[in-house]
Structures are given as C-alpha cells and as structure tokens.
C-alpha cells in the first residue's frame, strides 16, 4: 500500500466533487450509466434492505443483527424488484452513503431507487464508488429538502450527477484490489477483537468476584437459596429486585432539545458505557423517559450485555428496561456492575424465548434474586476497588478501539482513493489474490464498531 503511487497524467474531471481524474478515464452523467428499474416485484420475494455501513442485504439477515423492526408494509404489491448486479440507494438516506450492489434478487420499499448498470459499468466499482465520501458529499448536495431528516435524492436528479467511467477492465482490477484489501482488514479485525475479548473475560471475572464476594476473599458465606446465585458473604441482605427496584415505562412521542436519545446501538456490550444522540432526532415508535439516576438495561439479546447509566436525562427506545429505585439498596453504580455481570446475564440470557431475536422479560429479571452490601459505604469500596483493579484493562481496550477505529478509517480514505483515481492500482492488483468475503456472519461480525460502539447510529432511527 506504501509503494502506491498516482497515475501517470491527469486531466481536469469538470465536476463539482472530483477535481480531476486519469487522462484516460471518461466523465459522464449517471445517465449514461444507469438505468433506473421501475418494475413491480412479486410481494412473495425476498425482502431487502439498503443500510450505511454494509450496503444491500436481507432484511431478514439484517433485523437480525439489529435492533431494527419490520416497517415494511402488508401490501407489498408497489414494491420494486431489485436483481442481481442492481444498484440500491434509500432516497432519504443518499447523502449518508446508503448505496449499495445487490447480490440478491428480491424487492425493496417504494422509498427506494433501483438503478441497472449499463454495458461498461461494473456494479461493483459503483458500489464502492458511490459510499464514497466524495460522492455522498455530492449526493447530498443534489438532495432536496427542509432538514437533513428529509433530505431527498430524487432519481431526475441522480441522472443528472456527473461520474467516472474507467475502462472496464480497469474497473475490474480495481474491485480485485479493494477486496484483497478488505480481506487484509478484516483479518487484522478478527486479531484485535481476539484480544479484546480475552481482556473483556479477565474484567468480567474481576467484576464477577467483586460484587457477589465483596473484599475480604476470607469472608464468611452463607447459603443464598437460589440455586444460580449460591453462597453469599454472611451479612449482606438477599433481595429480590422488585422489591426496590421498578421498572419505568414513561412513555412519549417528544424529545426535549435538552435531552439525549438512547438505542440498543448505542450502547457499548459489557463495558457499561453509551454514546448517546443529543440535538434533533428522528424516530416514529414512542420512546421512555429515564432520568439521572435510572439504569438502562437491554432486554433485546441480553446476551450482548448492554446497560448503562446515563449522564443526562433523556429518551431511550423501548427495548431498554428503565430501572429506577423505590428502596435505595443499590449504588446506581453498583446495581449497574450487578447487572453486567456473567453469571445474572447468563441467566437472563438463558431465560428468553425467540431464536432470532430473544428477548428478556421485566418479570424474570424483577424476580431475580441478589445478594447486597447493607452498608452503602461497602459498596463505595467494592467500586473504587474495582475501578482501580480494572482501569489498566480499560486503558489497553481503549486503545485498541481506537486502533481499529483507525484502520477502518484508513480504509474508507483508501478505498475513495482507490475509485476516484487518486492512486493507481493496476499493477499491484495484478500481483494481489482475489479474497472475497464470503461467510454472512463473519463479515457481520467484523462490521460492528469497536466494542460494539455505535454500532447503526449513523443510519439514524429513520425506517424506511
């Protein structure tokens, strides 16, 4: 990647977004290379989606590794059917880079465009072309609209975007280059999500250890009565949960300016931290109010272990449990490491019906049984304990979440270099192995942010 270099000449591309473009590539309108598809699909075919971060899937595929539902309507009859090798893009959402190359045949919501390439145009380079930055930059601008929530790119207006054409097997060399690259990423991925879940189970078991035995690793036990939870250390109180805590369910339409906004993605699996939305927000289901104080709990795939405690008041989408106190037993903090430890979500987790998107329910985890500190002050300890026993673990798993954010930025900066003409990558796409992600559930997996950070934000919580 190093060795890299520009192409030969250049001549100015005479369009707002690429200032100039190899000497031998061709400038043309979408229209010269696409042809939109209007046609009716059968409501029996398979339905798909068009996302930000991974492009045309099945929807079936993708609800199931999100906390998305189906908005798609009964009557399926004004679909579009979409073909292999078909051009995707969400009209809303263009601006954002929601493009994308079916490899499916099925149909998608009239909220969609279908675009068909057109002899010399590979669906794959426009595929990584069109999420480039540089063209959702142009997207955007040819978008119309109030506000970003409803900006729209109408299909008159994607034919009129000028756009490159290299030769076609030029085309091809390049795909092959961008997929040994992502080949190349991807293992790297998989290496330091390696390390950060062996980093992840030493914290679970230090967290585990704290808040079920407290300090004193000599401390005298007592036996709980459940099964799960075992012996306890003799003078903490054994409580059921619902009996101080309560599940809120506040529910409304509105979100104060003031206010953040909570998903399931934007919460962080296991570390209890969340990356909340602030400012305008879209959503059409109602939401809850939490407040200051309140501990979110993820009871869509409690498996993912997603809770945290807000910093702010706010909004939060009903697949989080609110969780307020009506006796104070807990530390909030507290409460919190109890919920996030292994041995409560294994038993959460082991409690939900649904194979693809099990859920918990506030009447199992209300009746869960724990054993705590009487005394505040214990609890104090346990955490400040705890804080100093793990932040050197929390230190290195900052880091590497920051290495992958890194080399995931590099890509997209890479790839956009790659299709625009920036570097030339004709002879070492030659000398580079076809890798092609094949696995669905791998490459699924290498998609999600670093420790599962934000994981579909950027898609906004807009359905289409």
Not at 69 to 86: A, F, I, L, Q
Not at 180 to 188: F, G, I, N
Not at 255 to 273: F, P, Q, R, T
């Amino acid at each position: 990647m190093n060795t890299l270099k520009p192409y030969p000449t250049y001549k100015p591309a005479g369009i707002p977004w690429l200032k100039q473009v190899p000497e031998h590539w061709e400038v043309l309108p979408n229209r010269a290379l696409f042809s939109e598809v209007k046609e009716a699909g059968r409501p029996e075919d398979e339905m798909l989606s068009v996302t930000i971060r991974r492009g045309v899937l099945k929807q079936a595929e993708h609800l199931a590794t999100s906390s998305k539902k189906d908005s798609s309507r009964k009557d399926k009859s004004t679909y579009k059917r979409v073909g292999v090798g078909d051009i995707v893009y969400n009209k809303m959402r263009a601006w954002q880079g929601a493009f994308g190359e079916s490899k499916y045949s099925g149909i998608v919501s009239p909220a969609y465009v279908v675009q068909r390439p057109k002899e010399g145009a590979l669906p794959e380079f426009y595929h990584f072309l069109m999420r480039s930055p540089l063209f959702a930059k142009e997207a955007e601008r040819n978008s119309y609209g109030l506000a970003s929530d409803i900006w729209n790119l109408r299909p008159e207006d994607f034919k009129t975007i000028l756009n490159v054409r290299p030769p076609i097997e030029e085309q091809h060399l390049i795909v092959r280059y961008v997929h040994a690259l992502d080949a190349k990423v991807k293992r790297y991925i998989r290496s330091k999500r390696s390390l950060i879940a062996r980093l992840q189970e030493q914290k679970q078991a230090i967290i585990q250890q704290a808040v079920t035995r407290g300090l004193d690793p000599n401390v005298k036990l007592k036996p709980s009565g459940v099964e799960w939870l075992g012996e306890v250390p003799v003078h903490w109180e054994v409580v059921r949960l619902k009996s101080c805590i309560t599940d809120i369910n506040d529910q409304t339409k509105f979100k104060l300016d003031d206010e953040d906004y909570i998903a399931l993605e934007h919460v962080e699996s296991w570390s209890g931290l969340a990356h909340p939305l602030s400012g305008k927000v879209h959503f059409e289901s109602a939401v809850k109010r939490y407040r200051v104080g309140d501990v979110l709990f993820g009871k869509l795939r409690p498996y993912l272990a997603k809770a945290c405690l807000p910093e702010k008041a706010g909004v939060c989408v009903g697949e989080l449990l609110v969780l307020r106190q009506c006796g104070y037993k807990f530390l909030p903090e507290f409460l919190l490491k109890r919920l996030l430890s292994k041995d409560f979500i294994d038993i959460v987790s082991a409690s939900t019906q649904g194979a693809k998107m099990p859920r918990a329910d506030w009447g199992f985890i209300g009746n869960s049984v724990f054993a705590v500190p009487t005394d505040l002050n214990e609890q104090s300890a346990i955490l400040e304990r705890l804080n100093s026993k793990t932040q050197t673990i929390d230190r290195l798993l900052k880091v590497l979440a920051s290495d992958l954010a890194f080399i995931l930025e590099y890509q997209t900066l890479l790839i956009a270099d790659v299709v625009t003409g920036a570097v030339d990558v004709r002879a070492a796409a030659q000398a580079m192995p076809v890798e092609v992600e094949t696995d669905f559930a791998e490459a699924m997996a290498d998609e999600e942010e670093p420790l599962s950070m934000a994981a579909e934000g950027e898609e906004g919580n807009y359905n289409e």
